[in-house]
């Protein structure tokens, strides 16, 4: 079946310091792929995503690339902030049909210092 | 923007006892879904539904049930709460083939 693999926190980073979160895959066909955040008290919102082979996903200058040939989906960020602490999950599904179904990775949490 | 909304924050229960947790969501989504997240294990679906009166089992289905007789609310039922169902609930809703929006969570507790 469908698995996710993402690095184990917690990752501990000073502010301005580069970020990477590193997350794989293991799937059938071509998923799409999806990071959420969860901010401390709150239920998960979407960061980014990808739906194909080398799209980047991007947001809030973060950034993911869709790489097929190595199944993974690593999440980046040039210059973190306090207000980048959180969980950030892995997550990837097969759309199509009546079962979009997400599959996450366990999550990391992000812990930024001043 | 999406709203979900789950009807407590913070539950706390007796074992034993019958538990509802709802969910409703304002944008007309066809998809509903429960998950529980606990430390260590991620996010794992309990159950979804593609429809009114549809459900599917997720991953961990033992233990509860659902129901949706409205578009919009999809319920959780512990037909009868255990020590082991201490968790977080996150309902999340979305539409055919597009990315999931979360609820803010409901932590229960069962005593």
């Known amino acids: 079946g469908d698995s996710v693999t993402q690095m184990e926190g917690p990752v501990t980073l000073s502010e301005e310091a580069f970020l990477t979160i590193n997350c794989t895959y293991t799937?059938?066909?071509?998923?799409?792929l999806f990071w959420y955040v969860q901010y401390p008290g709150e239920g998960l919102q979407l960061l980014l995503k990808?739906?194909?082979?080398?799209d980047k996903g991007s947001n809030k200058g973060f950034e993911a690339t869709y790489r097929k040939e190595t199944t993974s989906f690593h999440l980046e960020k040039g210059s973190v902030q306090v207000s980048d602490s959180a969980v950030y999950f892995c997550?990837?599904?097969?759309?199509?049909?009546?079962?979009?179904?997400?599959?996450f990775g366990k999550g990391t949490l992000l812990t930024v210092n001043p | 923007d999406v709203k979900v909304t789950q009807s407590s924050r913070y539950l706390v229960k007796r074992t034993g006892e019958k538990v509802f947790l709802e969910c409703v969501q304002d944008?007309?989504?066809?998809?509903m879904f429960w998950y529980r997240q606990d430390p260590g294990l991620g996010l794992r679906l309990i159950y979804f539904?593609?429809?009114?009166?549809?459900?599917e089992k997720g991953d961990i289905p033992e233990g509860y049930s659902v129901s949706r007789e409205k578009k919009e609310r999809f319920s959780l039922i512990l037909e009868s709460a255990s020590t082991n169902q201490t968790s977080m609930y996150l309902c999340?809703?979305?539409?055919?083939?597009?990315?999931?929006?979360f609820g803010p969570g409901t932590r229960l507790l069962v005593l």
């Open positions: 799937a059938t066909g071509y998923p799409s």
């Open positions: 990808a739906t194909k082979a080398d």
């Open positions: 997550a990837l599904s097969h759309s199509g049909g009546s079962n979009y179904k997400l599959t």
């Open positions: 944008m007309d989504h066809e998809n």
């Open positions: 539904s593609y429809d009114v009166k549809m459900k």
């Open positions: 999340a809703s979305s539409r055919a083939t597009e990315p999931q929006y």
